[in-house]
């Protein structure tokens, strides 16, 4: 496919063909990441091993070899010093052996919500950047539009029709490109929705050639990479459901 053909209807399409994924909100995934919380990190991301059910209401994670189960997240690597600054982006200490965790904050549209959002992208784009309230500046929607679908793709096991739906609402925000070899915060290049441009700060969410599943993002600052100052990105390196938290694909 030419690079100029790449539009978010036909990453849209990709994502539609695919199987949606397995069993209801208790169903648990595994996600292995690239994380780089902080531009220091830009190039040498923390690798992340989590679980969560698909709703994202319960995480789990090891912490000093015991597997931990909560409604906890654990965004970077247990085990750094409290000190460290390149953890006070995501967490803090929760003191004794239970390492480095944050409370699970979901969006503002529940996993419940997901099989109800409009079909219509106009529509969509417009709730979106109405939720959890309507801006009176509305040049601060796209990018808040951007964020929450991010949000979404990234703290749920999102069906495959609703992962269209959102693809195509994005590529109706204004300042939204496709990049058909953006990099992500492992590295790897494929296509990327960039918003850039608008108040808030530029954003990019990245997506897989093959099957058109949501694959990461990053938060850009003023700048088009994560060495920008305040930049910040993810990238899921593996996403699969098992049968309970801890256990592998």
């Known amino acids: 496919m030419a ?11 990709l994502a539609a063909a695919t199987p949606d994924p397995e069993g209801g909100p208790g169903q648990w995934v595994y996600r292995k990441s690239a994380v780089v919380p902080v531009p220091d990190m830009a ?131 204004p300042g939204v490109v496709v990049s058909p070899m953006a990099a992500d915060a492992a590295g790897r290049h494929g296509p990327a929705f960039l918003l850039a441009g608008r108040p808030g700060g530029n954003q990019r969410i990245s997506v897989s050639a093959a099957d058109g599943r949501f694959t990461g993002y990053q938060f850009l600052g003023d700048g088009i990479d994560l060495t920008e100052v305040a930049a910040w990105g993810v990238a899921i390196l593996e996403l699969a459901p098992v049968t309970g938290p801890g256990e592998y694909p």
């Open 43 to 173: 190039g040498r991301p923390a690798i992340t091993e989590r679980w969560a059910t698909a709703d994202g209401t319960v995480g789990a994670a090891y912490v000093d070899g015991q597997l931990e189960i909560g409604p906890w997240s654990w965004p970077v690597p247990p085990g750094r010093d409290a000190a460290d600054p390149l953890l006070r982006r995501f967490a803090h200490p929760a003191g004794g052996t239970a390492g480095w965790r944050s409370p699970l904050e979901l969006p503002a549209i529940g996993y419940g919500e997901l099989s109800g959002l409009p079909a219509d992208p106009v529509a969509l784009a417009r709730l979106l950047a109405d939720t959890p309230v309507p801006r009176d500046d509305e040049s601060w929607n796209a990018g808040h539009a951007f964020e929450i679908a991010a949000e979404l793709l990234e703290s749920y096991l999102v069906p495959a029709s609703v992962t269209a739906s959102l693809y195509r609402a994005i590529g109706q925000l």
């Open 3 to 13: 690079p100029d053909a790449l539009t978010a209807d036909v990453l849209a399409d």
